[in-house]
């Protein structure tokens, strides 16, 4: 076989891959395991998307990629109703999930060797997978002046983040905007938890006029319907933004096959229609992290952020190490992924989600209010 430069070997290992071990012992607890870690829905599809899923499924020609006006329609309606936001439905583009878009975005957008792409220094692991992948340098900093005067062509923000679950105000994004602005460069706001905010917090888009002065000129918005809807299994998103920009990854993505399952769409058209089952759902999870976070600040976890999102930003001063934190919550059958998945700045602290079910909270809940004092 001739010589080639394998795309795996520019990446590294899968993170979650190093999990197993801790995943093994958490389920064998003798009360089974609470697996408060990826952080994947475990509530049932509201009924209504399911029908209009099912109701789509004789489907048999082929969807559109920029997805069905009714679908670009109620994105666009619901961004306005929800966000304060106003876009022109033809610049929604559905993709299939955020997680690939997330990952594709540099190669989409033509960047390449030489290039530098910016994300947060705390970040989930696909901004830095997706810069490797089109042959481009990811370059982690929360402050912008430490990029100097190298070219960056796409700066990547995340508000609500994962794992921190901070929220960036809109004095924080307006400047981003004026920054890359100066310089010509794109602004991808990853924006998958803006409808969970919590204690008062309120996320703002990055396309809100009060960020943004009216213009969506070279900003892009990703929302996701896998957390606020209980989609992730029908892998349901979508980008907006600058409609010139929307246009080229249109144009490219038509090429690609990058196409949403028309039955999904019309279950996303469903899902942004209504806004009752997202409060439903944000409740359910409002309840969960009240239990958990209360249990763990009771047996000494300090909780740092975690103002928005589905995760709570934890350490304990008895685990200076990451995955000594994790291990010593696998020894009481709570999984929980370790901080520096996300960069080294996460070291020493854990992610630790509550999208588990009641059950399972209560489970977890339980075993730590064991240890406490």
Request: aromatic residues 6%.
């Amino acid at each position: 076989m001739a010589d080639r430069r394998r795309v795996v070997d520019r990446l590294p290992d899968f993170p979650w891959d190093r999990l197993a071990p801790h995943k093994q012992a958490a389920a064998s607890h003798p009360g089974g395991i609470a697996d408060l870690s990826v952080g994947t829905p475990v509530d049932p599809v509201p009924a209504q998307l399911r029908t209009a899923l099912a109701e789509a499924a004789d489907s048999p020609g082929y969807p559109t990629t920029h997805g069905t006006p009714a679908l670009r329609d109620a994105a666009a309606a619901w961004l306005a109703r929800r966000h304060g936001v106003t876009v022109d439905p033809a610049a929604v583009l559905p993709t299939i999930g955020s997680k690939e878009l997330v990952a594709w975005l540099p190669t989409l957008l033509g960047l390449g060797p030489g290039d530098t792409v910016a994300h947060p220094e705390l970040a989930y692991p696909t901004y830095d997978i997706g810069i490797r992948l089109a042959g481009a340098t990811p370059v982690a900093a929360d402050g912008l002046t430490a990029l100097g005067p190298r070219r960056v062509p796409l700066v990547w923000v995340n508000s609500p983040a994962n794992p921190t679950g901070r929220v960036l105000g809109a004095d924080h994004l307006r400047k981003v905007v004026a920054w890359a602005r100066e310089r010509g460069a794109i602004v991808a706001s990853d924006e998958c938890y803006i409808d969970l905010g919590w204690d008062g917090a309120e996320p703002v888009s990055i396309l809100h006029p009060d960020v943004c002065g009216g213009s969506h000129e070279g900003l892009l918005a990703l929302h996701s319907l896998s957390k606020r809807s209980n989609l992730a299994g029908y892998r349901a998103a979508f980008v907006t933004g600058d409609p010139a920009l929307v246009g080229e990854l249109l144009a490219v993505r038509k090429h690609a096959g990058m196409i949403v399952p028309a039955p999904v769409q019309a279950a996303m058209r469903a899902a942004l229609d209504d806004d009752g089952h997202t409060r439903e759902q944000k409740e359910r999870y409002g309840r969960r992290r009240t239990r958990l976070r209360a249990a763990l600040e009771g047996a000494g976890w300090d909780i740092s952020h975690s103002e928005a999102g589905l995760y709570l930003w934890a350490a304990h001063p008895a685990h200076a190490d990451s995955w000594d934190a994790v291990a010593a919550l696998a020894s009481l059958g709570i999984l929980v992924a370790p901080g520096d998945f996300y960069g080294p700045a996460g070291a020493g602290r854990v992610r630790v989600a509550f999208t588990a079910t009641d059950e399972r909270v209560d489970a977890a809940a339980e075993r730590l209010a064991a240890t406490a004092g």
